[in-house]
């Protein structure tokens, strides 16, 4: 950790795009001292503070993505890859991975299902300093059915009182967030099929309620519309992938949605890095249909958020805004883009007062990129310089580079 001032041709302090040019930032070990306009911040700086001038660049709250598995290698076979790796061999990956996140310019993740609760090392590992990558929530084994979706994770639980102590054992290791596995999904052949619910609403209520009464958040993971409406109903705080699928088809519910919205439940829909080669593959009017249903939950109000799945087959860990580019081809805004995976992104997760923008007394968790992602979002790829809660990374492309 150190001190700092950077100055740059924009401060994006946020939200909704707010900030300024010819601005700076302030950071004394692992707070946001200041950030602004350049005169008054460098007003409040030590004359003997080490700097950082670039005229050319912009500077903005480091990203976060919501939805990672970084116990996955995003390769072909994921699952093949973990099931055959012992705990040290899975644990020098998941530390590769977090820096490739970190080099892209993440600086928090949400960890949403490993296995042997290594992503709680790890986290704790980067928490100390002793291994570079952003901040990680992590939930440890997901709660699934008995040979359910991810059942190989470790998490089979079934009925309410099961389901209850598999909460407070993933609290007891350490989660910072429980995991739950509504329905069905794509990654485990022989489990239920994806639309299909996993958990009835009352024992989707039970995981809702115990980890309320441990002060932990839950993440539904949740394709069927049926699971949806459960978790909505038990009160989840976010929802992952929400696809509105249904057997044979699907079944997108103006009442459900609405609901979704009015409780200020966040929806990850964990756009793939990879959209576009599935959308060519698929066939961009078919993946339309199934993108379109992302771009109304947007209008009915729902708030949507920023996460890439990463791990999961061929969704990389270095490229998170090959999933932003997802929401610019829905149309969205690149202020809209940039707020999901930071200012909306912090509010979803519980940390809104700590990260995602960039003011006095937040962490100082800082992205500096080459050119103006409002104007061109693919400037987020031009990565300078990253501060993660005060630590600074330089990724080894941007020292190739300049
Ligand atoms: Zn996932």
């Known amino acids: 950790m150190t001190d700092l001032l950077i100055t740059a041709g924009r401060v994006l302090t946020g939200p909704g795009g707010e900030g300024t040019t010819d601005g700076a930032v302030l950071v004394q070990g692992r707070d946001i001292v200041a950030a602004g306009p350049r005169e008054e911040v460098e007003a409040l700086a030590p004359r003997d503070v080490p700097r950082m001038s670039l005229p050319g660049a912009t500077v903005l709250p480091g990203l976060i993505d919501c939805h990672v598995h970084l116990a996955f290698d995003a390769g072909d076979d994921p699952v093949g890859s973990v099931k055959e790796s012992d705990a040290p061999g899975l644990l020098l990956g998941m530390a590769r991975r977090a820096r490739q996140l970190l080099d892209s310019g993440v600086t928090t993740v949400r960890d949403l299902g490993d296995r042997d609760g290594l992503a709680f090392r790890l986290r704790d590992a980067i928490a100390e300093g002793a291994l570079p990558g952003p901040r990680v929530l992590a939930a440890g084994a997901p709660l699934t059915a008995p040979g359910g ?117 966040h929806v990850c829909p964990a756009a793939s890095p990879n959209w576009r080669v599935f959308a060519e593959r698929f066939g ?21 958020i920023a996460g890439t799945d990463a791990g999961v087959p061929r969704a990389v860990f270095d490229n998170f805004t090959g999933s932003l580019d997802f929401y610019r081809h829905l149309g969205f805004g690149t202020d809209r883009i940039i707020d999901m995976a930071t200012v909306d992104a912090a509010r979803a997760l519980g940390i809104a007062e700590e990260t995602g923008r960039l003011a006095a007394g937040y962490r100082a968790d800082v992205l500096v990129v080459d050119g103006d992602p409002l104007e061109d979002l693919d400037a987020l790829r031009d990565v300078r310089l990253v501060l993660a809660a005060g630590r600074p990374h330089i990724p080894e492309h941007a020292i190739a580079r300049h």
Not at 197 to 208: D, H, I, K, N
């Open 149 to 265: 979706h991810c059942w190989f994770l470790g998490g089979e639980v079934e009925g309410e009182d099961a389901l209850r102590e598999a909460v407070r054992r993933n609290a007891a290791a350490g989660a910072d967030v429980i995991k739950v596995m509504a329905t069905g999904g794509g990654l485990t052949p022989g489990g239920p099929a994806t639309w299909e619910s996993q958990f009835t609403p009352a024992e989707l209520r039970a995981v809702v309620d115990e980890a309320r009464r441990l002060g932990l958040p839950v993440a539904a993971h949740a394709h069927g519309t049926e699971g949806i409406a459960a978790a909505v109903a038990a009160g989840v705080d976010t929802i992952e992938h929400c696809t509105w699928m249904a057997e044979g088809g699907f079944d997108a519910r103006e009442d459900l949605v609405a609901e979704i919205a009015a409780k200020g439940i």
């Open 284 to 304: 961009y009017e078919r993946a339309d249909a199934v993108f379109s249903r992302v771009r109304w939950m947007a209008e009915q109000g729902v708030h949507l």
